[in-house]
């Protein structure tokens, strides 16, 4: 199946074409065309997305990146017609003015094209990140279930299981602040920019002595079950940094241990959560997905605990982990696969978080 698939669901505007074969067992992907249009320029100086800045971009953008996107892949609009079997668009959760510039746009499509539509929603298009590539044609991902999937993103941290394609178990999730949130705060709090987890994650590469009179809180680490906070550790630094300023303390040093120790805390939280559940479950493989699976601080330690445990870890190339319409192709597939097209009128934009 050809798809033609659109993500808008916050300040990133992409249409990807994506091709699927295949069952829920054997998910075979090819990317023909990706084209990602980024508004953090935009949205840098907010030190944060603007929901009304970021809609009226995507209408600005999102002609444009069609365009764009069916001229990579070679094919003019009677082509595309031919080649295009149906339309996969994130309807949710996201910033509700952005989803709906993506909805009305695919639905428009749609009917123009007369090709059906697939509702996807944008947390199981991370999951299914780790299901393509932007490089190798005709791509099969190899593993055994049952299985274990972090998401971890600016919006979202939760923990899954699953032992098929086809049901997905929410097992734990933020009580507050998502990591890549708290990432995105603490960066602000030191005026490191936006987004945050690139720029603390450069500056704790600068940190060379790792002798500090200081160390942060690893919040919920012990805790029973699977869930997260991270608003704890967000306060924490606040006041470290308010002591090290009343000190006179703060400076290109200490705000680089800040930042290597919040990314440390942060990462172990994540990784011995991870863990615990995929071996209380016996799984045999965990994934990583979200734009926080780019940090490369936390891809070493979970691949590295979990070829400790004998489990498989599996994690989305780094252009892949950030909102792209290619995973939301790929997730229109499973969608399909499992409930089918979707009905017109039933293509809503919603803050719906349930994976199915």
């Known amino acids: 199946m050809n798809i033609l698939a659109i993500e808008t669901s916050c300040d990133d505007t992409s249409i990807s074409l994506v091709s699927c074969t295949g069952d829920l067992e054997n998910l075979v992907s090819t990317t023909y065309a990706q084209v990602i249009s980024s508004q953090i320029n935009i949205h840098k100086k907010y030190g944060g997305v603007v929901p009304s800045l970021a809609s009226r971009e995507h209408e600005k953008n999102i ?11 070679n094919l003019g609009k009677n082509k595309a017609k031919d080649f295009i079997d149906a339309i996969a668009v994130t309807t949710s ?4 003015p952005s989803l709906l510039i993506g909805v009305n746009f695919a639905k428009s499509l749609s009917y123009f094209l007369d090709k059906p539509l697939i509702s996807v929603n944008h947390l199981l298009g991370h999951i299914c990140s780790n299901f393509v590539s932007l490089e190798e044609k005709e791509y099969l991902v190899n593993f055994k279930y049952p299985a274990v999937s972090l998401l971890v993103s600016g919006g979202h941290t939760q923990l899954y299981s699953f032992d098929s394609l086809e049901k997905f178990i929410l097992k734990g999730e933020t009580k ?3 990591a890549g949130e708290c990432f995105d705060k603490i960066a602000k709090m030191l005026n490191l920019g936006y987004p945050g987890g690139p720029a603390i994650s450069k500056e704790s590469l600068k940190v060379k002595n790792f002798n500090y009179d200081f160390s942060l809180p690893r919040p919920m680490i012990k805790s029973d079950d699977f869930n997260f906070s991270f608003s704890g550790l967000k306060t924490a630094v606040l006041y470290l940094i308010q002591k090290l300023k009343k000190e006179n303390k703060l400076n290109q040093e200490t705000i680089s241990q800040i930042c290597y120790e919040s990314e440390k805390a942060i990462c172990e939280v994540l990784v011995k959560k991870t863990i615990k559940l995929a071996l209380q479950e016996n799984a045999k493989t965990i994934f990583l997905s979200g734009g926080v699976a780019a940090n490369k601080t936390l891809r070493e330690m979970l691949k590295q605990e979990s070829e400790k445990n004998n489990i498989q870890f599996i994690a989305p190339q780094i252009k892949l982990t950030m909102d792209n319409a290619t995973m939301i192709g790929v997730a229109g597939y499973v969608t399909y696969l499992k409930k089918g097209f979707s009905k017109f009128e039933d293509v809503k934009a919603s803050l719906e978080e349930k994976i199915f």
């Open 63 to 73: 002609d444009l990146v069609l365009k764009e996107v069916l001229s990579k892949a």
């Open 93 to 96: 959760p996201g910033l509700m």
């Open 176 to 178: 507050d602040d998502a």
